[in-house]
């Protein structure tokens, strides 16, 4: 019986929907593994079909072509260590999320997802066939229990598979990010170690997919909860992990242990990288996005350049009447700070047009909102021809403060493609702001040093659409909002509990009206990367159409 087993696990970012771009992914893992000496080469959750696959998977002659790619895998990796790849599976009806071993030229087992999840950014329930509770696969003369991701978060599965004769754990993922979430896997698996007594392998998979980022971070435990291992995060990277047998059983030697960043790199990473992989994933291969000298666009200009390159980002000044010399000046010195094309296009022209040809249907009323929204949808024209013309995808740049209670123009401002900063609070934005000043990577492709300077993020915050406007005028100070819609949002809470937290009932009754009020503005909205458990978006999934509103 064999004392020593080699693991190649492969933290990859696949395509949704790219089945031959995966499967080719999968050959080129196996081989590396093959030439590390593996016995298994280990791939993530659903890794054929990309993750998180939705309804797609559904369709059958998906789901069948994801099989045959399977079947190919198995064909093209015979004579080598063992695959494993996540791919979904149908049989007798069902479609099942699977894990398929493949050994020497065939499908020599599969594992069945148990438990599947149906909450935030998961509905599993309603896509696969829940498979029974079953034993561990073989590999030589070794045998592995993977319980697929959520299966790896409750005790059943897991304590099934070693009292069946697992003699340790790989648990293969589609886990993706939120913040602080490395903390949560972490104490799962220690859970499970600690109840199996076996040693734990977490893979899982990187990359962007609509609003979610897959943040890898693939770490290794032995019983007790030590630390064996930990690959970066949000990086692709192959890596070999050993096991030895002793008299206790299997361990997993030291490897190296991958720094983990604070939450404010793991935030702006994941907003860059979701970035990126949208447009690379979608085939955009330049954006561009209204500057206006506020501390928003400063940061989401900031992150394009640090995703794309500032010769794929164009940035754009739409100054109207009432569009101040500091924004004007704080707009131009971050293009210059980042490198990138600064266009000037002045508003007034076209907004007088407008005011001429609605004259004789307004004539009786007062100025007023809809004067203000005219100039933001004019905007938002102006910006869309730039991106049909040149082929740039338009970003959006509002805060989670603003989508939450629709401080934003339907059609204006909320134009666009996508939205890097759409789950992040106002108060976040400013702190990201220095964050990104004070600190350079090496996957960042912006330049180093201060990018956005002081006086983007000091100055009072002005959608600046009439005189000697403020953002105050309308909305609670930021840092009494943002901690308002946290317990409203993020903690789904009541006023009563706002109330409980010292705030004033009558200005959490109005958040929350406005929060109400604003979904369907949400509904029209563009995606953009999630951070937190309560995105806007699949997290969080209200009527339209609702007159509920809180009570004290």
């Not at 561990?136 to 059943?156: A, L």
């Not at 013309?389 to 989508?403: A, C, I, R, W, Y």
């Amino acid at each position: 019986m064999a004392d020593s087993f080699r693991i190649t696990l492969a933290q990859l970012n696949p395509v949704v929907g790219d089945l031959e771009g995966n499967a080719a992914k999968a050959r080129a893992a196996w081989q590396a593994g093959k030439e590390a000496g593996a016995d298994l080469v280990a791939l993530t959750e659903m890794f054929i079909t990309g993750y998180n696959a939705q309804d797609l998977v559904m369709k059958p002659s998906f789901h069948l072509a994801a099989m045959d790619q399977v079947r190919a895998l198995a064909a093209d990796c015979a004579g080598g260590p063992a695959l494993a790849v996540g791919a979904p599976w149908a049989e007798d009806g069902k479609l099942y999320n699977a894990y398929c071993i493949l050994k020497d030229g065939k499908i020599t087992s599969r594992m069945l997802k148990h438990h599947l999840p149906n909450d935030t950014v998961f509905d599993e329930v309603r896509i696969f066939d829940a498979g029974p509770l079953g034993g561990p696969y073989s590999v030589g003369n070794t045998r592995v229990g993977s319980p697929i991701c959520e299966d790896g978060w409750f005790e059943d599965v897991a304590e099934t598979q070693a009292e069946t004769g697992a003699e340790f754990l790989l648990i293969p993922n589609g886990s993706p990010y939120y913040r602080n979430k490395m903390d949560v896997r972490l104490n799962h698996m220690v859970a499970r170690s600690v109840e199996t007594g076996l040693p734990v392998i977490y893979l899982n998979m990187v990359g962007g997919q609509d609003d979610q980022v897959f943040d890898g971070g693939t770490f290794a435990i032995n019983p007790g909860g030590a630390l064996a291992l930990r690959m970066p995060v949000f990086d692709e990277a192959i890596t070999q992990i050993d096991l030895e047998r002793g008299p206790d059983g299997w361990r997993i030697q030291q490897g190296e242990i991958a720094p983990l960043p604070d939450e404010w790199e793991q935030d702006y990473r994941c907003m860059v990288q979701s970035l990126r992989d949208y447009c690379g994933k979608t085939g955009f291969g330049k954006v561009l996005l209204g500057l206006s000298g506020g501390v928003d666009s400063a940061l989401v200009a900031a992150i394009a350049v640090d995703a794309l390159g500032a010769q794929n980002v164009r940035c754009v000044m739409l100054p109207s009447e009432y569009t101040s010399q500091a924004s004007l000046d704080d707009a131009e010195a971050v293009a210059k700070a980042l490198g990138v094309r600064y266009d000037y296009v002045p508003i007034s022209e076209g907004r007088a047009a407008i005011t001429n040809t609605l004259a004789p249907l307004f004539e009786g009323t007062e100025p007023g909102l809809t004067e203000e929204n005219i100039q933001s949808r004019l905007r938002g024209l102006l910006l869309m021809a730039l991106s049909n013309k040149f082929g740039e995808m338009l970003l959006t740049t509002g805060n989670k403060s603003e989508v939450a209670v629709g401080y934003a123009t339907i059609y204006g401002d909320m134009a666009g493609g996508y939205n890097p900063i759409k789950d992040l609070y106002k108060t976040r934005v400013f702190e990201t702001c220095r964050w990104r000043n004070t600190n350079h990577r090496n996957w960042m492709m912006g330049p180093a040093g201060e990018v956005i300077r002081p006086s983007v993020i000091d100055k009072p915050p002005s959608a600046e659409l009439r005189d000697d406007q403020k953002d105050s005028d309308s909305l609670p100070d930021y840092p009494e909002l943002d901690a308002i819609l946290d317990i409203l949002v993020d903690r789904d809470g009541s006023i009563a509990d706002c109330v409980a937290a010292g705030f004033d009932a009558e200005t959490a009754g109005r958040v929350e009206h406005l929060v109400y009020i604003s979904e369907y503005k949400r509904f029209q909205s563009a995606p953009g990367a999630r951070l937190t458990p309560r995105a806007f978006w699949l997290d969080r999934r209200y009527p339209i159409l609702n007159r509920w509103r809180g009570r004290t």
